[in-house]
């Protein structure tokens, strides 16, 4: 990540507007002593308001659309991250370009020229895997993942090994045969252990550990890949986690400035310590088009959160709330005749990105004018 994320937080914003808002109630009080001396009509929208220190602005209140956002950075990548682990004995002979995708039923690297071969799967190769004397002799994770593989890849149908089967039977061994054709090694019907590596996914290499010529040694790792699913991670600041959620929607602003859509798919629950005391926590979005974010890997990138939405809401800019003595919040009215009045009103959702507040419980309408300092 290319340092913190540029997130505001909540109570941050608050004292911000609070002190914004302190400064233009001072000056509201002094208007609000010479309504005596009404302005003259037409006055244009930027004026300087009699009795006021600065300058001011008068901003027609509308009823629209609004959206909360916050906007972080963020680094555009791919999903997952997988070490392979070689199980084979021998020499490597044969290693993966880096950026190179296998898929499924691809030789993944070869040791002594052998093939190893990439199949779907979350259990991991452990031993070797043949028929038993009894199909339930021979049962496990591993088999139900190489059973399934074997169905995808066309080496054996649904009827012959029915979906979710966990057996070794005859017609996987069969199936095996059909795969190790394909791979131009002796068709024994045994998937001996070193002969295949399952991986969640096709891989799309990132690095190679291992070297042409060298060792291939049982429990060493030989490459480390990714998915080939784009995904954006965001170090999002702890405190900002509960101000996220699974299914918000964001937009992605690429490295050439183009935007794309996405979804929040995860949102951490550890948090990670950082220099200086804070923490954070990682926000994984997919990409809606994952097409339209190119091939950039570890690529620095703008995400626009949209933390939440109203409809038809009555808005206001936050610069023109005023702090009351007594709590709350109002804006100021301008009114025809150049009278002036504040209008009490509760806060709604927050734009952070246009600097605009809904105004809720208000007599507040839209059309009137009321006042916002040039700040």
Not at 119 to 124: I, K, S, V
Not at 206 to 228: D, I, N, R, Y
Not at 239 to 252: A, L, P
């Amino acid at each position: 990540m290319n340092g913190m994320p540029d997130v505001r937080r909540r109570h941050r914003r608050w004292a911000q507007w609070a002190a914004v808002a302190a400064v233009a109630l001072a000056a509201a009080a002094a208007a609000v002593m010479v309504i005596a001396k009404p302005f003259a009509s037409h006055k244009p929208s930027n004026f300087v308001v009699a009795g006021n220190a600065g300058q001011t602005s008068l901003y027609t209140v509308a009823r629209d659309d609004l959206s909360s956002q916050t906007q972080v950075s963020a680094t555009l990548g791919y999903a997952g991250s997988y070490t392979v682990v070689n199980q084979a004995q021998g020499t490597v002979t044969g290693l993966p370009m880096v950026g190179q995708v296998v898929s499924q039923g691809q030789v993944l690297y070869r040791v002594d020229g052998a093939p190893v071969v990439l199949l779907d799967g979350n259990t991991p190769a452990y031993r070797s895997l043949s028929q038993g004397a009894y199909a339930s002799e021979v049962t496990g994770a591993d088999v139900a993942e190489l059973n399934a593989d074997l169905v995808a890849l066309g080496y054996a149908t649904r009827a012959e090994i029915p979906a979710g089967s966990d057996q070794f039977t005859w017609w996987t061994t069969d199936a095996v045969e059909k795969l190790q054709k394909a791979l131009g090694v002796t068709e024994t019907g045994t998937l001996a252990l070193g002969q295949a590596v399952f991986l969640p996914s096709a891989a799309r290499v990132e690095t190679a550990s291992a070297t042409p010529g060298g060792p291939a040694q049982p429990g060493q790792p030989v490459l480390t890949a990714t998915s080939t699913a784009r995904q954006v991670s965001i170090a999002l600041d702890a405190d900002e986690q509960s101000e996220v959620s699974v299914g918000d929607k964001v937009t992605i602003t690429l490295p050439n400035n183009q935007t794309t859509p996405g979804v929040i798919s995860s949102v951490g629950a550890v948090a990670t310590a950082q220099p200086g005391g804070s923490s954070t926590i990682t926000v994984e979005v997919t990409p809606t088009d994952s097409t339209a974010t190119g091939t950039w890997d570890q690529a620095p990138v703008d995400v626009t959160i949209t933390t939440g939405s109203v409809s038809n809401a009555l808005v206001v800019p936050v610069d023109a709330l005023l702090a009351q003595s007594s709590g709350g919040y109002a804006v100021e009215v301008a009114s025809t005749g150049g009278i002036r009045r504040l209008v009490p009103v509760s806060l709604g959702l927050f734009d952070d990105a246009d600097g605009l507040v809904q105004v809720t419980r208000t007599s507040l309408a839209a059309g009137q004018q009321i006042v916002v300092p040039n700040l």
